[in-house]
């Protein structure tokens, strides 16, 4: 029930009409033109504010309460801003004032908030009223309600542009976003890829269940492939069960395939539809821009045969339009499962490269180095590390070393030989997963190994990826009592600000740097200013690659502390590195000045 205070607004606003429109003499006749000028003010589905030349509301019609929400008495006496909502910067309206004070006039479409939150878009003509003397004395504004609009638009543009059943961008849509990404890439050249994705006997759903539960079906997949493919990429469904996914930001086959995976594993679970668990597959075909073809048409159709040569392979299968890419991804897809399988079937072994301290003149340990010996034949671990790393095969693989070593290690002891010191390579992704410490302690303390028995080495690019937690590892790891390794130490960051930061022991130079300290004046001074850090800093020096005596006497004129290579050993398995490691003999130095070992 209105209060006494808003029956007073509402007077008030009744003499704010008399006094505005007030321009007649013969009082019958003012009266009756305001009543009709009321009568239009009240009945008008325009939505009307006036405000004084201060901005305060001080008369709104039937319109405005019905479009805002707000009775006339909650808005009297109130700035418009009442109705900001904050869609626009302020920019906006200092662009509105000005406009209105300096032209009288302002016409536009403007985002406002109702009375319940809601925001909505109105056009709106607001105009300045001025006085005998030409000051503005009031403002009145007049606005429309586009809701009904802006929803029928956006009704039409939904109808036009996206898939009716599944809200996926229709045949139309996709074509157009691929013609557009096609413009772009013909001048920068860049990959791009095209999936035709086919669900794999959908008819016989339809037969069975019915429509119905069909129809069900094609909403569940498209968006589980939305929410797989990501903001990155376009998926749309073109009709049927047929699919298309747009893949704008791939630059290798192995990424492609990784994409193609990850659609697959989306569809891995059962699915529960209208009362029904389903298991779904599907086919994939692949066209690649430039590769397969430079316009829509081309990729589309030869999408289409890789996708039927695909159906032919089975469930869940994927095939190329070119034959090299689908050649090179084939191979990474077996090669990943042939590694999945090596694991289980414990085909990776470890062999021991033998180190050698040259101040010393005595054998001091090895490098462990993972080699894989799968049914069709050795497999280089240039091959499969990379891939180990792709996959995150590698905590596993990189684990069980660490576990053979630790057994070998304990082996050893137990028959009363003395390894040495054997150093286990840490990959990146490794060396910086949560727990490894924990579970480095754990298999320590099961084969009773010291800590002092292993040394752990990582590479320079690995420890710059997280400086902190390398830090805080490598401390926890010389903590347990383990040496630690730069490897590969030169071909990377190679800063002495963060060197002297580590909690390290030794630095390793790159057989890179060894090969060409003979010849090349530039790896000679490198390999020298490495020992020299080394030295200024308290570290040891390894020299990896050493295949000359030329190059070990380098080594040893100009301070090297141990070497390992060819010219010490190749990589030897377990028996022969214990008879290496027990020989009196462990090196010839073909008579050089200074050692007497041959």
Known sequence: MPSRDDA??????????????????????????????KAVFDNTVEGIVITDANGIIRMVNAAFSTITGYAPEEALGKNPRILKSDRHPPEFYENFWKRLVNDGKWEGEIWNRRKNGEVYPEWMVCSAVYDEEGNAEHYISVFNDLSEVKFKDAQIELRSNYDYLTGLPNKEMFQSRLSGELAHRERNSERLALLVFDINRFKNINDTLGHFVGDSVLRKVGSLLSECI???????????????????????PDEIVGQVKRVFECLSDPVDVEGHR????????????PEDGRDVDDLLK??????????ESGISSYRFFTEELGRRASLKLTLENALREGLERNEFHLHYQPKYCIRRGAFSGAEALLRWNSPEGPVPPSDFIPLAEETGLILSLGEEVFRKVCRQIAEWRSRGYSPGEIAVNLSARQFHQKGLLSRMKGILGEYDVPPSLLGIEITESGIMENLMDSIAVLSGMKDLGMTVYVDDFGTGYSSLNYLKRLPIDVLKIDKSFIDGVLEDPNDAAITRAVVGIARSLGLRVVAEGVETPEQLDFLRRNGCDEIQGYLLSRLLPPDAFEKFGESEIPLCFNGLSGYNHC
């Open 8 to 37: 007073a607004k509402t007077e008030e606003m009744k003499l704010e009409w008399e006094k505005m429109f007030f321009f007649c003499d013969d009082p019958a006749r003012t009266r009756r033109y305001f009543q009709i000028i």
């Open 278 to 289: 389903l298991f779904l597959s599907a086919s994939v075909g692949i066209s690649v821009f």
């Open 230 to 252: 990501g903001s990155g990429g376009l998926v749309s469904r073109i009709g049927g069960d047929d699919f298309h996914i747009l893949l704008p930001d791939v630059h290798t």
């Open 302 to 311: 030869r999408a289409d045969i890789a996708m039927g040569k695909a159906k």
